[in-house]
């Protein structure tokens, strides 16, 4: 605005004043007073610099260094106990009006907010604050409130602002504003409102106006209600300044009743606005010319010489009123000095001179109310008491309730008003004493007796004892003139006062504040210019005086007299009181502290620790959700089964069903039962009819039986020795009793006693000698088998450990599970007749021990030996037939799930035999045998039996002896579970690598020591140097986005830190909390980030979109879901850091006093209100919004746990619908602006727009029900949906979609992969039953359950982009997938298949496809091994190589593999080439693929080509296996191996 905009504003404001259309009475708030300078005077207007500053900085720290102990002065200067009256004669009334006209033109009691604490150490042994002698005490002196735009720079100190007017205008009775103003008055009367009937006490404060509101004697606040509303915020401090705002509260309705008598068509307004006039008009004469006068002892000639009459002047607007820093840090202090320790309470009801009683002034602060209100003419007794009461002594002895017991805050409830006066000084940065006298125009002061000759000079016979002491604490401490000169103002001042009252300074210093208040004051009630009054009526004014008032306010009164002037004692007959000393009064009460946090410790610990187990509390909700619902599905489980009992009973052939308990932690399972009279034996099978068990009870003794006595009676246990224990469940007793009927029966027939035992179920459930107990055994039988075996360091068990296993057995069961395979194999049969030499049906430790040491330890001819003797029927085992030959391989291939039949079996056997010219024998001898298998003895020199009980117990670690080769392995970061066969020699896992077309092995093209000498050898250093380049270039743009990622988030959270460590270092909350604040400040902007970010991972369509962009050359997308974890750690690394940071903070803060708390803007603490702990939670939208997110956090994480989906996958789906209200809760959070603006929008708003655009999207796909044309239940728990294309369905071979069926949950949807080829009509997948929702769909998609109904609909929603959809981008690509993993595989290769039918192969780039599928079984996946026949079909140029790992079988050296590798090479040349396990070309083979060693191959047939593509699909533990290979290959070879995968 320019100077010549405010100049028109300021005359139109003129204007309208004067002409009646803006205020026609004088302003509440001082502006306008004087129109030239409108802001002169108001109220929070800076207090008036009349002299320099002295600021340490020459800026705002305080001085005071090199001056004395401010407690140190006030014990030796100012000490005293009072009783001496006023050597002229002033009353109490006098000295406690002083305290009404300082409050009238000064309110600077207000702290800084945020508040500086300024320390004042005591003096050691100080006898009221430091008793004990700890000499660690300090006194707290709050700095005052400044105005904020100046302590900015030498230039501009801080200045100090008063909150009060600095006329004379009644802002004592009416406050400081307009609002507060109103709030006292009747409105319908023009009275100021009344609390009774008769008006004599204000109304209540009922609408709490901000009163000061200190603690009382007893440390307790005074309900701010009960209170009188009045118009200074200090009238309640002593009964004597509230009985004044009373008497002047009366004294303004006592006017308005004469007015409204006078002239009755007043108007409410204007009988306010006219008594309000006088009243100020008559408080103006009191103050300018009855108070101050006696005040500085002028009589009527001086009266004139230092206070001329008004009108010799009149009002001059050029005079500044404002009120002067050492006005109101020294000068107005001096009536301190007055007030004495009683307040006397004159009884009127009696005519002579009467004490009715009196109360000290330490005991009433802040709780007056109670002592005028004590009796129902409280106010007038203390109001004619303090007219009858003299005050103290004009000297410098200030009375104790003011130097010792003054009020101060809660934790610090007595204080020093003395010293406070001092720390005022020099928080305003007041010159010393002698530069004051200076600047003011007086002269210096040198020595002690010129400050003040007639006290300090006066013979020591005369001197008190504390003016004695006074005088040598000054030469003391002041000693010479340097040190003089260091004396702050207040004491300067003070030491200067005399009999007369006021020294030089003082006296300087108050005429001049009070002829400018008076001179410069339009509204003063002489200045006949403002037409406020007239002659008579400015007479009128003049000759009125406060006991008029009084006498007025209180002409009901038939007793007692009152002297004229009330401020000066009467004589004669007018009542006075003696003054008493303050050693005579009651006690003052003792200083004491206070813990604000009293009250919060365990609302703090039982909270911090809720919080702390929140996460734990949220874990064991989804273990109990998990357990109902696993409880639920047992329940619904165990009906079916009961069900299917009853509906599979077989009466006819004997078969008997029940339910197998098989121990505290394992599930229990359907059973059939069936008894063979015929061996004595008890069958055990599935329901589906596999074997499980053969109890035989041959060659027991007898028989035991435990029958449930408890829970139904349907349980019962057959105990079974050298094996485990057989507990079955009954559907009902009936049932269990035919059960014990059959096998009476049975062991009767067998001549068997049975022995039945009557118990509880739980005593059967304790006892029972489980398949679990029986494994424990079984675990310490094969360590001490394999450790006398291979030598190696076993740790002895104790003697009857070592007896009970060296009389350990092993059954048939046991044994075939122990070589993995099932019990009814005849390859089994044929093993454990072998080692059970004495054929007792069960082998015994030396037994095993002796077939342990043959295969680790034995020969290839006694290898072969025993093979041939397993072969061998006759018990002599001399010769071995071709049926014997015949059926072993034919138990070999059943076991690796092979379709070879007896036919081709057969065929195999004999060319076999005609190759070694045995074909002719019908009984093969041992040497024929041996000339059988010569040409595979590389297959057996090394065989082993792979034992699988032996890798429970048997580590490196435990052995002696490690063969050097499987150590050279390890070094190489091989292991066990990554063998792979070695077929010809081969050192690779492709066989078949094709090359330019060739079908050869790359064993035949490149030579093992040309691979060798090819490769760089490179020392440790260089090793991983390049090792740690082609990590990074294997991922650079994931390592590129992460660094911008973390550092977006370190720059975020880094500049909120700096933000308020640095800038913010002297704000209020940061100096409460420290650096907790930065700290959660910076976490807040971390979460806001990364919360926000998030929801950019979660918009798939876009994601989808910008893959097939050129972005995608730059951008991993395919990584969206990683990245997607990775934020939500990182967020909830920053919550966690957030939330911990406010737990520091909230104690800081809930440790500090309500007036501290002004540093929150936007909350308003009531003065007695003291906030605990808990109100910072859940006292505020901030706090509780804070506590819900944190729940609902900590709720989302948990249950988004991989855990928590694979088995409540519903709970995880609720939970994370959280999101929307976590959300919400955010922006409310910091809604209420009480630390910052939120800036959680600007990081927020984009991400929510993507999101809520691309969801929908997905919404305009998801709700178009798609029908199910087909649905076939496959092995291993899958089942293939096949569904119709949905309208502008397009996608790419790998992709994948989001499913839900409306069977289910019609929102709750998954994902998988897509295993049709984009070319047809049709869409598939493929889904394994793993958790509840996918058991639920083959439950659904059952035939058995559909019967003739309609398959369910689904929604689906996608496609979705996905790394293996980039195959063809490479010039070589290599797929691995493994289980249910090979399923976008599916797709890729039927859509590659596609392209060759077409002969497009032309428009990708991509030339040679390595398929490596990892399985259990080649029969769990039959659909894919059609796909990959087609592919063998159309591929005649081999541009696709198939290598096919079966790991659930044996490893390379095993005797099962060797042999089953005999019949693959034969088989092949009998059938073209094709696998004997999977009718393929492919090669087959057993065990895991060595990955590096198949890239290594793949480098070495494309050298030309320096990136390879390699995807793969599955389990966590293939993925990582394929990335250690890549970045193996990587290193060793000049190629780099590209890795892309998903996990399921």
Same mark, same amino acid.
């Given at each position: ?532 009054? %007239?002659?008579?009526? =400015?007479?009128? /004014? ?5 006991? $008029?008032?009084?006498? &007025? +306010?209180?002409? *009901? ?94 009466? %006819?052939?004997?078969? =008997?069903?029940? /339910? ?5 932690? $394992?599930?229990?399972? &359907? +059973?059939?039962? *069936? ?94 000698? %489980? ?774």
């Amino acid at each position: 605005m320019t100077t010549g905009s405010m100049l028109l504003l300021l005359l139109l404001q003129i204007f309208l004043i004067n002409h009646g259309f803006g205020q026609q009475w004088q302003r509440f708030d001082g502006r306008f007073n004087n129109l030239g300078n409108v802001h002169w005077g108001r109220a929070g207007c800076r207090l008036f610099s009349n002299i320099s500053t002295c600021y340490l900085d020459f800026t705002y720290k305080a001085p005071g260094i090199r001056r004395p102990n401010p407690r140190d002065i006030s014990n030796n200067v100012f000490r005293g106990n009072g009783g001496t009256k006023s050597v002229n004669g002033r009353t109490a009334l006098f000295a406690f009006f002083g305290q009404v006209v300082s409050y009238e033109i000064l309110h600077t009691d207000d702290s800084t907010c945020p508040v500086e604490v300024l320390s004042v150490p005591v003096p050691t042994g100080d006898p009221h604050f430091d008793p004990d002698g700890t000499g660690t005490k300090f006194m707290p002196y709050e700095r005052k409130l400044y105005d904020t735009t100046t302590g900015q720079s030498p230039n501009n100190p801080r200045k100090q602002v008063n909150k009060a007017t600095s006329y004379i205008d009644g802002s004592f009775i009416y406050g400081y504003s307009e609002v507060w103003a109103n709030a006292l008055r009747d409105h319908e009367t023009g009275k100021l409102a009344k609390s009774d009937t008769f008006g004599r006490f204000p109304q209540l404060n009922t609408m709490r106006l901000p009163f000061d509101s200190v603690p009382n004697a007893t440390g307790a606040y005074v309900d701010p209600e009960s209170l009188w509303t009045l118009g200074d915020p200090h009238v309640q401090e002593n009964p004597a300044l509230l009985s004044l705002a009373v008497l002047f509260y009366r004294w303004h309705n006592k006017l308005v009743d004469d007015f409204k008598e006078k002239d009755p068509s007043l108007t409410p307004h204007e009988l306010f606005y006219t008594a309000r006039k006088w009243v100020v008009a008559t408080y103006q004469k009191i103050v300018m010319y009855d108070w101050l006068p006696k005040l500085l002892n002028l009589n009527e000639s001086e009266m004139e010489q230092f206070i001329p009459p008004y009108h010799l002047k009149g009002y001059q607007r050029s005079v500044d009123p404002r009120a002067t820093a050492v006005f109101d840090a020294a000068a107005m202090k001096y009536i301190l000095t007055l007030i004495p320790s009683e307040i006397v309470l004159r009884d009127l009801m009696k005519d002579n001179c009467v004490k009715k009683s009196s109360v000290r002034l330490c005991n009433t602060y802040w709780d007056s109310q109670k002592v005028l209100t004590a009796d129902v003419n409280g106010v007038e007794e203390i109001l004619f008491g303090l007219a009858s009461q003299p005050a103290e002594k004009e000297d410098t002895e200030v009375v104790p309730d003011i130097r010792e017991s003054f009020y101060g805050p809660l934790h610090y409830s007595r204080h020093d008003a003395v010293v406070l006066t001092i720390m005022k000084g020099r928080d305003y940065g007041l010159e010393t004493y002698n530069k004051v006298r200076k600047e003011i125009g007086l002269g210096k002061k040198s020595t002690w007796e010129e400050i003040n000759n007639e006290t300090l000079n006066h013979q020591p016979c005369l001197k008190s004892y504390y003016l004695i002491k006074m005088l040598d604490f000054l030469h003391e401490t002041f000693n010479g003139t340097q040190y003089l000169d260091e004396m702050d103002v207040f004491v300067g001042g003070m030491l200067e006062t005399t009999d007369k009252g006021p020294g030089e300074l003082f006296r300087t210093i108050l005429l001049d504040q009070f002829l400018r208040l008076r001179d410069g004051d339009r509204f003063w009630f002489e200045n006949k210019e403002n037409g406020q009054f %007239t002659k008579d009526e =400015i007479d009128i /004014i003049k000759h009125t005086t406060l006991g $008029e008032i009084i006498n &007025n +306010v209180t002409g *009901q009164l038939r007793h007692g007299k009152l002297q004229p002037d009330v401020f000066t004692l009467g004589t004669g007959e007018f009542c006075h009181f003696e003054p008493v000393n303050a050693s005579s009064l009651p006690e003052c009460p003792p200083h004491t502290g206070y813990d604000y946090f009293s009250g919060s410790e365990i609302s703090f610990i039982v909270i911090w620790t809720c919080v702390g187990i929140l996460p734990f509390l949220c874990g064991l909700l989804a273990y109990v959700l998990y357990h109902i619902k696993h409880h639920r599905d047992a329940e619904s489980l165990k009906q079916k089964r009961n069900e299917r009992l009853r509906r599979l009973v077989r009466v %006819t052939s004997g078969w =008997i069903t029940a /339910i197998e308990w098989r121990g505290e932690k $394992e599930s229990p399972r &359907n +059973v059939e039962l *069936q008894f063979h009279d015929r061996n004595c034996q008890l069958w055990m099978s599935s329901h589906h009819g596999s074997h499980i068990r053969t109890i035989s009870f041959h060659n027991m003794a007898h028989v035991e039986l435990w029958l449930s006595s408890t829970k139904g009676q349907t349980t019962l246990l057959i105990y079974v020795p050298r094996e485990y224990d057989l507990v079955l469940e009954f559907p009902t007793v009936h049932e269990r009793s035919l059960f014990v009927s059959s096998i009476e029966q049975l062991l009767t027939n067998c001549e068997k006693e049975i022995v039945q035992k009557s118990m509880k179920l739980k005593e059967i459930y304790q006892r029972a000698t %489980t398949k679990v107990k029986r494994n424990q055994k079984l675990e310490m039988f094969f360590k001490q088998v394999f450790s006398e075996a291979l030598d190696m360091d076993y740790v002895p068990v104790r003697d009857s450990d070592n007896m009970e296993t060296l009389d350990f057995e092993l059954t048939k069961e046991e044994f075939a599970e122990a070589l993995g395979v099932k019990s009814d194999s005849d390859f089994v049969m044929q093993m454990f007749n072998m080692v059970d030499n004495n054929a007792d049906g069960y082998i015994s430790f030396k037994e095993f021990l002796a077939t342990v040491v043959l295969f680790s330890k034995g020969s290839s001819e006694d290898k072969l030996h025993m093979l041939f003797k397993m072969c061998s029927s006759h018990e002599e085992g001399g010769t071995v037939t071709m049926q014997e030959l015949t059926t072993l391989f034919k138990s070999l291939l059943e076991m690796a799930n092979s379709d070879v039949d007896v036919a081709s079996v057969e065929k195999i056997v004999t060319d076999m035999c005609t190759v070694c010219g045995v074909q002719n024998n019908a009984r093969i001898g041992f040497p024929e045998f041996c000339q059988i298998f010569s040409p595979q003895m590389d297959h057996l020199n090394n065989i082993n039996l792979d034992w699988k009980g032996a890798k429970k117990c048997l580590s490196p670690a435990n052995g002696k002896k490690t063969d050097k080769k499987s150590h050279q392995q390890k070094r190489k970061g091989s292991t066990a579970s990554l063998d792979i066969d070695s077929r010809k020699g081969s050192t690779m896992s492709l066989d078949r690598v094709s090359h330019k077309g060739s079908t050869s092995s790359l064993n035949e093209i490149i030579h093992p020591r040309l691979q060798l000498a090819l490769r760089e050898k490179y020392s440790p250093v260089k090793a991983k140097v390049k090792s740690l380049k082609h990590f990074i270039e294997n991922n650079k743009q994931h390592i590129f986005f992460l660094i911008i990622f973390f550092g977006i988030c370190l720059g975020v959270a880094g500049e909120r830190f700096y933000y308020y460590t640095i800038e913010r270092e002297h704000s209020g909350l940061r100096q409460i909390t420290g650096l907790g604040l930065s700290v959660t400040r910076a976490a807040a902007a971390g979460m806001s980030f990364t919360f926000s970010l998030i929801l950019l991972t979660m918009c798939r369509n876009t994601i989808t979109w910008l893959r097939g962009t050129f972005l995608n050359f730059y951008i991993p997308f395919d990584s969206h879901v990683a990245f997607h974890k990775v934020i939500a750690w990182t967020a909830l690394f920053f919550t966690a850091m957030h939330v911990i940071g406010y737990g520091f903070n909230f104690y800081h803060v809930a440790t500090q006093p309500t007036k501290f708390l002004c540093v929150f803007e936007t909350i308003v603490f009531r003065s007695e209100f003291q906030p605990a702990f808990h109100w910072w939670l859940f006292g505020n939208m901030t706090g509780f919004t804070g506590v819900l997110l944190t729940v609902v956090i900590c709720i989302i994480y948990v249950f988004a746990t991989q855990t928590a989906r694979r088995y409540i996958f519903g709970a995880f789906w609720l939970t994370h619908k959280l999101i929307l209200p976590l959300y919400i809760m955010a922006i409310l959070h910091g809604a209420s602006v009480i630390v910052q603006k939120p800036l959680f929008f600007a990081y927020f708003v984009i991400p929510a727009i993507l999101l809520t655009v691309d969801k929908l999207v997905s919404l305009s796909r998801k709700k178009s029900p798609i029908s199910v044309v087909r649905a076939e239940h496959l092995p291993s728990d899958v089942t293939m949906i096949e569904f119709k294309r949905p309208p502008r369905f397009e996608y790419k071979s790998g992709q994948w979609v989001r499913v839900a069926c409306l069977g289910q949950s019609p929102s709750e949807y998954h994902p998988f992969t897509l295993t049709s080829a984009p070319h047809e009509d049709t869409l598939s997948v493929h889904v394994r039953a793993l958790g509840p929702w996918t058991w639920n769909i083959r439950s659904l998609f059952d035939p058995e359950n559909l019967k003739d109904r309609a398959y369910p609909k689904l929604y689906v929603d996608g496609p979705y982009g996905a790394g293996q959809q980039d195959w063809y981008t490479y010039d070589v690509s290599i797929l691995v997938g493994a289980g249910i993993g090979v399923t976008p595989y599916a797709s890729i290769l039927k859509d590659f298949v596609h392209m060759s039918q077409i002969k497009s192969t032309y428009k990708i780039r991509c030339q040679k496809l390595y398929f490596v599928w990892v399985t259990g079984s080649q029969r769990h996946y039959e659909w894919l091994i059609d796909i990959l026949r087609q592919v063998e079909d159309v591929d005649l140029s081999g541009i696709v190589t198939i290598d096919i790992f079966i790991t659930q079988f044996f490893q390379k050296f095993d005797l099962r593999t060797a042999l089953l590798y005999i019949c693959e090479e034969h088989f092949q040349k009998l059938s073209g080439g094709r696998s004997v396990f999977t009718g393929l070309k492919a090669n087959t083979h057993f065990g895991r693929p060595q990955l590096s060693k198949m890239m290594e191959a793949v480098n070495k047939s494309h050298p030309q080509v320096r990136k390879v593509g390699v995807f793969s699909c599955g389990p966590p533990g293939l993925t990582k296996g394929v990335e250690k290979a890549c970045m193996e290959s990587s290193r060793t070879t000049k190629a780099l191996f590209e890795h892309h995968f998903e996990n399921f």
